[in-house]
């Protein structure tokens, strides 16, 4: 076997103490960020060295797809409540307020722990419609949602509009105005136009955290 570089030695620890602490696999990200490496090349270059020498072994097409060669690592599930349907162009009826939180719904789905990244207060919501197709998320799919209050400009969210009493999947902007400050939900779908609104006619009722894609 060739002699392995420091790099390439500290990349083989750090999957292997990673593996141990979390119980998945890192992502070439993470690799980049915990072995102080300059970019995600020089991480996948060191990467093909170590795989070659049958120290690691990686799955083609998954971001946590990196395994330490006789490191056993579980792949237990959580259950994760599915409370309904969310939409994702013309907004629905959000379900009651109470029903967001609880996790002693019927309907569930199982995840893989990296999904929800250790988050808490995590939940499903299947999306109807494709306002926000050019995000990667469509018709039928499920958005993994973490229950928050407040979001950052960019990150899409469900909204929950006060005035409409309806509830909506959107990236959410605040536009400062003469009034005092709006929001913009956006659609990530060119064919659609956004929603504009005052502030105070939204609340957040979760941020999308992963998506589970409809093969169809």
Known sequence: MKTLSTRQQRILDFIGRFGQDNNYPPTVR???????????SVAAYNLDILEREGLIHRHAG??????????????????????????????????APDVWDTTSLSETIEVTPELTGGRNQVYALKVKGTSMID????????VLMQSVSSVENGETAAVWLKAEKEVTLKKI???????????????????????????GNVEVQGRVIGVIRRLT
């Open 30 to 40: 993470d690799i980049v960020a915990g072995c102080s490496i300059s970019s995600t």
């Open 62 to 95: 998954i971001s946590r797809g990196i395994e330490l060669v006789g490191q056993a690592i579980s792949r237990s599930s959580l259950k994760i409540p599915l409370i309904g349907q969310i939409a994702a162009g013309e907004p629905i009826p959000v379900p």
């Open 135 to 142: 995000a990667l998320i469509n018709d039928g799919d499920i």
């Open 173 to 199: 902007y605040r536009e400062p105005s003469k009034t005092g400050g709006r929001i913009r939900l956006q659609p990530a779908n060119s064919q659609m136009k956004p929603i504009y609104t005052d502030s």
